[in-house]
């Protein structure tokens, strides 16, 4: 079978569901890949390295997110993540052949390059694909069973992703996330790290990240990073988030 086939046929079965029992568990401990292959726990296609398309305007988050804010963002911001990500997997030949995601779990033993952007380009892809236009509310099922299994309520989800919003320290992200055990996590990380990183200290597969480097919500908020965190809400893409987390549990 050629690595394509080989490739194909492995997301094939981990999307399906096929291999991944008890797989996750293994998240923070497997750290060697062959080639083109996803880390052991994290059943989703590879993230391209180049921007996919943002899939709505950039006026389509009004008002929780102004236009120029998304323009400039996706633009400039995001633009030179995956500028520099491409410069660095060119450059550093232990990543040759390796996903994305493959070289974020061990990114340890890769260049402050490689950590800043190749977390800055995987963090921003997920980014745009976690909001949406309108306001969507989590359905009834899975996902939302196991939100207020964990944390409560959803009252209680939303003031605990708030609270780890407010309380990272300068530039950073909030995430929840899938941990080893399959569990939900409210965590942050700082800078562009995020817990697929074998430097982080939480560690798992993020289901949502909320941005909140200034560079996100300065033009519209300015200081109020609270009342950006609170109206963030409001922007969820519920449904995407659902199956990305069914794909993973
Ligand atoms: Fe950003």
């Given amino acids: 079978m050629s690595i394509r086939s080989s490739r194909r046929k492995f997301l094939q079965t981990t999307l399906t569901g096929g291999v991944i029992a008890g797989a996750i568990s293994a998240v923070p401990a497997l750290q060697s890949f062959r080639t083109n292959e996803q880390p052991a726990g994290y059943p989703l296609p590879p993230t391209p390295l180049d921007q996919t398309p943002l899939p709505y305007g950039y006026a389509a988050l009004e008002p929780s997110i ?22 660095a997997v060119e450059a550093e030949s232990a990543a040759k052949g390796l996903t994305l995601e493959a070289i974020l779990a061990k ?25 949406g236009p309108g306001t969507s509310q989590l359905a009834a099922g899975k996902l939302r069973n196991a939100v207020e299994g964990s944390f409560g309520s959803m009252d209680q989800f939303k003031s605990k992703l708030s609270e780890a919003a407010m309380t990272r320290f300068g530039s950073g992200w909030a995430w929840l996330y899938v941990d080893g055990d399959k569990k939900l996590q409210i965590g942050s990380t700082p800078n562009q790290d995020n817990p697929l990183m074998d430097v982080s200290t939480i560690k798992g597969v993020p289901l949502l990240g909320i941005d909140v480097w200034e560079h996100a919500y300065y033009l519209k908020y300015q200081n109020k990073r609270a009342d950006y965190v609170t109206s963030w809400f409001n922007i969820i893409n519920w449904d995407f988030v659902q199956k990305r987390y069914d794909a993973l549990v």
């Fill in 107 to 131: 990114v340890s033993g890769f260049t402050p390059k490689m950590r800043n952007n190749g977390g800055g380009h995987y963090n921003h892809e997920l980014f745009w694909k976690v909001m």
């Fill in 66 to 87: 102004d236009a120029k804010t998304m323009e400039i963002h996706y633009t400039k911001h995001a633009a030179a993540y995956s500028k520099a990500v491409k410069e």
